[in-house]
């Protein structure tokens, strides 16, 4: 029989001098939407980023600005959930004042710029210190992740810079991947019975409920695949889509 198993609820962490209280899990019926569009606005970045026949900036700017207004209410519903009241205002300043980035003056461009990578680099920074909080993690990463594309394109539009923000980027994907990691068992769902092959199976189970299950005879990825499905609706699964993007 499956064990079940354990889901721990750790503490909420101190970060700057800030206790980050925890919340409930994100909502699931939002965010399965806000990680498909931020999955997609990343790869509309990258679309022009990457240049062969990619979309013009004038068009990727259109398309992201499209993708987020066709989900604006799910991602500020996310993004509210997080309990850093700067990260949550800088975030959602971001997401609605994107959609005016094209009647930004230069000064007004290159602030909303530099305002942007704040917000990103503030959720990183603030991710690295409440690993042992899942629930104020996720909802960090999500923030940052909704951010990050937006910062890239303002820099872009502004002629910044984008290699220093790509690199903070990639080491918050890199923490959430490891922070939000689910709790995994493996049984043998053959019974144990003498000359019946093995067949393994692994359950992962990540901090909010949700539940991978792979069943294999063989196959060293079994693991992984279990811990994938299981965190499939947290931003781990956005930072694992993102960073070949961003490298």
Same mark, same amino acid.
């Given at each position: ?41 990343? &790869?509309?970045?990258?679309?022009? $980023?990457?240049?062969?026949?990619? #979309? !013009? ?9 499209? $993708? ?24 959602? &300043? ?11 003056? #230069? ?28 629930? $104020? ?25 984008? #290699? ?17 990691? #689910? ?51 947290? !931003? ?10 961003? &490298?």
């Amino acid at each position: 029989m499956r064990r079940t198993l354990l889901r721990i609820t750790t503490a909420a962490a101190a970060a700057v001098g800030i206790v980050l209280p925890s919340a409930a899990p994100p909502a699931q019926a939002d965010v399965g939407t806000v990680i498909a569009v931020v999955k997609q606005i990343y &790869s509309l970045y990258q679309q022009f $980023a990457g240049g062969g026949g990619g #979309p !013009s900036l004038a068009q990727a700017i259109q398309q992201i600005t499209a $993708a987020i207004q066709s989900s604006q209410t799910a991602i500020i519903n996310q993004i509210n959930q997080v309990a850093t009241a700067g990260v949550r205002a800088c975030a959602t &300043s971001a997401v609605i004042n994107f959609a005016d980035i094209n009647a930004l003056t #230069p000064d007004n461009l290159q602030s909303f710029a530099l305002q942007t990578t704040d917000c990103v680099t503030q959720a990183k920074s603030l991710i690295d210190v409440v690993t042992a909080d899942k629930v $104020a993690t996720d909802q960090l990463g999500l923030a940052m992740n909704t951010v990050g594309p937006l910062a890239l394109m303002a820099r872009t539009k502004a002629g910044l810079t984008t #290699p220093a923000l790509k690199t903070v980027l990639v080491s918050g994907e890199n923490t959430l991947i490891t922070a939000l990691l #689910p709790t995994c068992q493996r049984e043998d769902a053959s019974g144990g019975e003498p000359g019946v092959p093995h067949i393994y199976e692994w359950i992962c189970v990540a901090y909010n409920g949700d539940q991978g299950d792979v069943l294999v005879r063989t196959g060293a990825d079994a693991r992984t695949r279990s811990e994938n499905q299981a965190t499939r609706n947290t !931003s781990r699964a956005v930072a694992q889509a993102v960073i070949p993007q961003l &490298s």
